[in-house]
């Protein structure tokens, strides 16, 4: 050892024992070797069998989820078609209702302009009886 090892209590010496290296405990392993009566083409033929089958598994996967996608944009569609189909003939029966009763409002109009009914509604506001109310209700609707 040299001075400066000493003064300062360190022991400075590095010698390595290369058995130290070699014997350390939970260093070296040991490794088992199984001897097979399979020959190795036989395990990488499994290996290629085994991945084609797991690639054909996704690949299908992947197929039927495209599809099932599909079908959900179509559903969807289908659903916003039928929508706006019941919007359109909502309105539609509105409008022919509005047509209708703007015909009902017409047709009454002229059947209250026609000289009879003016009559009888004139002569059951002057003499409201009864043959006057029946023959304005048979002439005017």
């Known amino acids: 050892m040299d001075e400066k090892g000493k003064g300062n209590g360190l022991?400075?010496?590095?010698k390595i024992d290369p058995e130290?290296?070699?014997n350390r405990p939970g260093?070296?392993?040991e490794y088992e070797v199984v001897n097979s009566e399979v020959p190795l083409w036989v395990h990488i033929m499994l290996g290629i069998v085994a991945g084609?089958?797991?690639?054909?598994?996704?690949w299908t996967?992947?197929?039927?989820?495209q599809a099932y996608?599909?079908?959900q944009h179509i559903k969807r569609a289908d659903e916003r078609q039928q929508t706006e189909?019941?919007?359109m003939r909502e309105q539609r029966n509105l409008r022919q209702q509005a047509i209708v009763q703007e015909q009902q409002r017409q047709e009454r109009t002229r059947q209250m302009a026609t000289?009879?009914?003016r009559f009888w509604t004139d002569h059951y506001r002057n003499n409201p009886d009864q043959k006057s109310l029946e023959n304005m209700r048979r002439y005017c609707p």
Do not use: E, T
């Open 11 to 14: 022991n400075l010496d590095f």
């Open 20 to 22: 130290d290296i070699i």
């Open 27 to 29: 260093r070296r392993r």
């Open 52 to 58: 084609s089958i797991l690639i054909a598994v996704l």
């Open 61 to 65: 996967g992947y197929w039927k989820y």
């Open 69 to 71: 996608q599909l079908h």
């Open 85 to 87: 189909l019941m919007i």
């Open 115 to 117: 000289p009879q009914c």
